[in-house]
């Protein structure tokens, strides 16, 4: 926390001096249940960081926004209530409403968003959704409802509408960069009073009636954590890893088991409309131009007689990966444009955790085959959350690679973005 200055404030007759405290409502959960001090100004604070807890404050955005004005600097004659209230050293007494000062901010702007509320910002963002957004996260055949269901959906699960506010923003802010760290900071705040009650009804069974709004907002979730590993710099635009914030590459797998584990209650809903189980492409399909590239791979994979078992059986386990990409490539010689938005969505679910587990220990044969996965990100540049992903994620794969293995890169890392 910065330090504040002294504010000298009157009431009635008195004069008095108010001292800043120092307690904040905007620590972690770990620490306001464990009764510690909360180093608030880091992304994970420093007392979940040394006992290794899961951080309140690690959420699925690359850097936390604080919600606290920085100082009261001016006053105003019809303030609304600040995050927080400054104990005076005083009795409390009767307030005049017309000296009360307000809180404002210095720096990024402070949305001051809290559930029920539903400023003109926040219906902006709303109809920009139902008139824009809502038409380019599916297809014209149920495009009524994401735009109208799902809305009303989330009168009920505040979550969801702040899921829904939290992405329109994101795109808003592409379409007017001159509003840019005001919508972008909007939509992490929205996202950061989403995602504890999201969590809360994700991990509770009991509340099944609740299912539709939880994966209505996953479907939001992923092209937001798109969006923001393209636009900021953070670890989301790295090779993906288990460590500090929360991955694209893993939010996708997550909805897509999420998609999986439920598909007979969630077919039965109102999002059963656009769940068809069917084959992206024929079984075994390769006669595309491109596969030339993908059988190139194979050549790192051969077993030397030096190896151990374990080098490998791991091995094995990156060429069955390797064939689950190349079955899925012909998506796009077969579907154009959308085939490559399948593949993006379906691959991270295809892989075995054993993949998954070679890719965090960056081993080199898996960050190859990580590099074609890339190069179809990169590929939908066109598609606003993807700009940028696949274009970042091939530069930290070639960057972590010895020289031996960019070769087997170079086709990807020197396609131009589109």
Not at 133 to 145: A, C, L
Request: contains cysteine; glycine residues 6%.
């Amino acid at each position: 926390m910065s330090p504040q200055p002294l504010v000298v404030e009157r009431e009635g007759s008195d004069w008095r001096i108010r001292r800043p405290h120092r307690k904040t409502r905007t620590g972690c959960n770990q620490c306001k249940r464990r009764r510690v001090k909360c180093d608030e100004r880091k992304p994970i604070c420093t007392s979940c960081e040394r006992n290794k807890l899961q951080c309140g404050l690690a959420f699925l955005t690359p850097s936390r926004v604080s919600m606290r004005p920085a100082a009261l600097q001016t006053r105003t004659s019809t303030p609304r209530p600040p995050p927080t209230t400054n104990k005076s050293l005083n009795p409390p007494t009767k307030k005049n409403t017309k000296t009360t000062p307000a809180a404002t901010t210095s720096g990024p702007p402070c949305l001051n968003i809290r559930f029920g509320d539903m400023d003109l910002r926040s219906a902006e963002i709303l109809h920009h959704y139902q008139t824009v957004v809502s038409f380019m996260i599916t297809g014209p055949k149920v495009v009524h409802v994401w735009q109208t269901t799902i809305p009303h959906m989330a009168l009920e699960h505040k979550f969801l509408m702040h899921g829904i506010l939290a992405l329109s923003a994101l795109n808003l802010s592409v379409l007017i960069p001159a509003r840019k760290d005001e919508l972008v900071t909007f939509a992490m705040i929205s996202e950061q009073l989403a995602l504890p009650p999201f969590r809360s009804y994700l991990a509770d069974d009991q509340k099944k009636g609740n299912l539709h709004a939880v994966f209505a907002f996953s479907h939001f979730v992923v092209p937001y954590m798109l969006n923001m590993s393209g636009s900021l710099e953070g670890p989301m635009g790295k090779v993906p890893s288990y460590e500090g914030q929360p991955h694209w590459f893993h939010a996708l797998r997550g909805y897509m088991a999420f998609l999986y584990n439920n598909w007979d209650a969630l077919v039965t809903g109102p999002l059963g409309y656009q769940m068809v189980k069917s084959p992206i492409t024929p079984d075994n399909k390769r006669d595309h131009p491109e596969d030339v590239h993908l059988a190139k791979i194979h050549e790192i994979l051969k077993p030397g007689p030096e190896l151990t078992a374990r080098d490998k059986w791991e091995l094995e386990v990156c060429g069955t990966a390797l064939e689950e990409l190349r079955q899925l490539w012909s998506g796009p010689y077969m579907l154009g444009k959308m085939g490559i938005v399948g593949m993006i969505y379906l691959w991270p679910s295809k892989v075995s955790k054993e993949y998954i587990s070679l890719m965090h220990k960056r081993r080199p044969e898996a960050l190859v085959i990580l590099a074609h996965y890339a190069l179809l990100v990169k590929r939908m540049n066109m598609l606003w959350y993807l700009r940028g992903v696949g274009a970042k994620l091939l530069v930290a794969i070639n960057d972590e690679l010895a020289e031996q293995y960019k070769p087997y890169v170079e086709w990807a890392m020197n396609e131009p973005v589109e």
